[in-house]
């Protein structure tokens, strides 16, 4: 991940553990004056929503775990059978050894270090059939959690950032909304591009992608590239543009990005005239706030309905917020629906 140090923070979080009254009850007096943990919060800034965004995760991860247990320990009891064998029944009978193709592949990949012998067969065997084991135990409690129709109200910490007028993929109204505070030039930032285009595949309904820039000042070409972006928006293009520069970091000089717009079909005397002029830097600096504001320190950075998400992560940590936001939609939608009957 690409950083930026000694930024001043202000910043707005939601969390449960932390009413108004506590943000506004002073931790300190100061010759008879006030400091109040709200500005202790805004203090401390990206690192305090870092630290309890790991305490979410912790609490959410034993929340889950406590779920799992009660839901199998009341399957169990209505069927009649102990637990073990609930799971017996319900998981290890419905998972087969792994055959041997598959073996095969996962030996193939699985990575020795120098002068080490490669790991036993059935070493692999097991992790396997271990893995196939727990998919199927997070299906069935999945299974008995929908048919439970639980709630869940552990509330994940939440940053107030807004999409601005910034441009976006998918639709205006979904019910997920990633924004995304990037730049051209940071490698981190590129290597999760791919991620995103899969997101946006597997949620076409109901996430909402936005960009924002977040040019770093150890990037030199970041900014001008950022406002080449906004002149390419300026003609409807920003997109194609957006993958250009992407997918040309040491191509980021003037000239270059007004070769890009030729080569995409921009007017190029009007792309020229918007590059030079300048005028896109406002809204450079404009975003640059907006991320300062909401904690943004490096990036690439990610809001999911203001859900903290730090650098370049895997697919995996977008899909489980995305995941929980739409659940925590379909319980308010439900939930909206029952109370007008």
Not at 10 to 24: D, R, V
Request: proline share 7%.
């Amino acid at each position: 991940m690409s950083v930026i140090t000694a930024v001043p923070l202000i910043m707005l979080f939601s969390w449960p553990a932390t009413g108004n009254g506590e943000s506004a009850r002073a931790a300190a007096h100061l010759g008879g004056e006030p400091i109040s943990v709200a500005e202790v919060d805004r203090e401390a800034g990206a690192r305090l929503l870092a630290l309890r965004s790991q305490e979410y995760t912790l609490r959410r991860q034993a929340l889950d775990r406590l779920l799992a247990v009660r839901l199998l320990e009341g399957e169990a009891t209505r069927r009649g059978v102990s637990p073990a064998e609930l799971e017996r029944v319900e998981v290890e009978a419905k998972v087969a050894v792994p055959p041997a193709e598959a073996v095969d592949a996962a030996l193939a990949v699985a990575p020795t270090k120098a002068g080490a012998p490669p790991s036993p067969r059935e070493a692999v065997e097991a992790r396997l059939l271990q893995q196939a084991r727990a998919q199927r135990r997070a299906a069935f409690v999945a299974e008995l959690q929908a048919q439970a129709k639980v709630e869940i109200l552990l509330e994940p910490p939440r940053v107030a950032v807004t999409a601005d007028d910034d441009p976006s993929l998918g639709p205006v109204d979904a019910a997920v909304t990633l924004i995304a505070f990037s730049d051209f030039q940071c490698p981190y930032c590129a290597r999760v591009e791919p991620t995103l285009a899969q997101l946006r595949q597997r949620y076409p309904k109901d996430l909402r992608v936005v960009f924002r820039d977040f040019p770093l000042p150890m990037h030199k070409e970041a900014a001008k590239a950022a406002e080449a972006g906004g002149c390419a928006d300026e003609q409807g293009q920003f997109w194609p543009m957006h993958e250009r520069l992407f997918a040309n970091p040491k191509g980021l000089s003037v000239d270059d990005l007004k070769r890009h717009a030729a080569e995409l079909g921009l007017n190029a005397e009007g792309f020229a005239s918007c590059l030079d002029s300048g005028r896109r830097a406002v809204e450079v600096q404009a975003d640059i706030q907006a991320g300062v504001a909401a904690g943004v320190t490096g990036t690439p950075a990610f809001f999911v309905n203001g859900r903290f998400l730090n650098g370049a992560q895997p697919l995996s940590a977008f899909v489980e917020a995305i995941e929980d936001e739409l659940q925590r939609a379909r319980a308010s939608a439900a939930a909206a629906a029952s109370s007008v009957r």
